[in-house]
Structures are given as structure tokens and as C-alpha cells.
């Protein structure tokens, strides 16, 4: 298992890869990265969901996310939101959806040292200790990877 680094840096939610997104005021705009429409669908707000977008990095655009007023059902509605995300990334470009279909299933583990246990699996002594990752991230791909295959 690998980080989504160095030549698996394509799966990450950073990679650059524009794709377009429906905010709720039924405007489409486009997004730098999976990550920047991620956190933009958090909010019902079009007004912040364009701030977001319009941040100059993923990092930046996680970390405003994080300071966003959820919308209600967005406990509900996220791994949704995330595989559709991932679907528009890979089949928008062919190059990356070949390269996800050579990765090895084992290789689809989003490992991080954050402590993010919900999309990935964190690698820190604390958490390997006292938390069980979910892998939401990697699951979704190795669905989305079966779906593109078949």
C-alpha cells in the first residue's frame, strides 16, 4: 500500500484534473480539482462554494471547506458526491482512467499521517494503536475502477 504520491499521485484528490460542478443555484462552474468540488458541494451557498472554488490551491480549498456551515443532509449525501466526483475525474480524461485501471486493487488505499480515518487509513503511531480506517476514498475507486472495467 501506498500513499497517493510519486507515480500514484494521479489518484489523489489534488491532481490537477478541472471538471465541471452544478452549485445549488443551478449555475456550472468548473473546479481546479476533485478536491475543490468536494469542498465546495459541502455548502448549500453558491456565493461560498465559488470562494472555494476560486482558492489557488487544494489545500486551501480543504481548509476553507472545513470552515463552511454543512448542509443538512451532507452526512447522507457525501461518498455520493465523492464517487460522482471521482467519475467525472476518470472519464473525463482517458489518460488517468487507464492509469486507475493498471493499479493494483491493493495499491487503492489512501494512506495519510492527518488522521484522516473516515477517506483513508492514517499511518501515525496514535491512530494505528487506537483506529480502525475506513478507506471511504479507496473503496470508492476500487468501485469506480470495476465499474470503468466491466
Known amino acids: 500500500m501506498k ?17 465541471s ?4 443555484d443551478g449555475s456550472v462552474e468548473t473546479a481546479k480539482t476533485v478536491e ?10 453558491a456565493v461560498v462554494a465559488l ?7 487544494p489545500g486551501v480549498a480543504k481548509r476553507f471547506g472545513g470552515l463552511v456551515v454543512l448542509r443538512k443532509d451532507w452526512d447522507e449525501i457525501r461518498e455520493q458526491i465523492m464517487y460522482d466526483l471521482l467519475k467525472a475525474k476518470f472519464t473525463h480524461y482517458p489518460p488517468l482512467r487507464e492509469r486507475l485501471l493498471k493499479v ?13 480515518n ?19 476514498l479507496g473503496y470508492l475507486l476500487k468501485k469506480l475502477k470495476k465499474e470503468l472495467s466491466g
Not at 21 to 24: C, S, V
Not at 36 to 45: G, I, L, M, N, Y
Request: glycine share 4%.
Open 3 to 19: 500513499q497517493f504520491s510519486g507515480e500514484l499521485n494521479f489518484l489523489s484528490n489534488f491532481y490537477p484534473s478541472p471538471i
Open 21 to 24: 460542478i452544478e452549485l445549488d
Open 36 to 45: 475543490h468540488a468536494f469542498q465546495a458541494s459541502k455548502t448549500e451557498s
Open 51 to 57: 470562494r472555494i472554488l476560486d482558492t489557488e490551491t
Open 104 to 116: 493494483p486493487d491493493d495499491q487503492l488505499t489512501e494512506l495519510n499521517d492527518w488522521h484522516d
Open 118 to 136: 473516515y477517506w483513508g487509513i492514517c499511518t501515525c503511531k496514535r491512530c494505528q494503536d487506537s483506529v480502525e480506517g475506513l478507506d471511504r
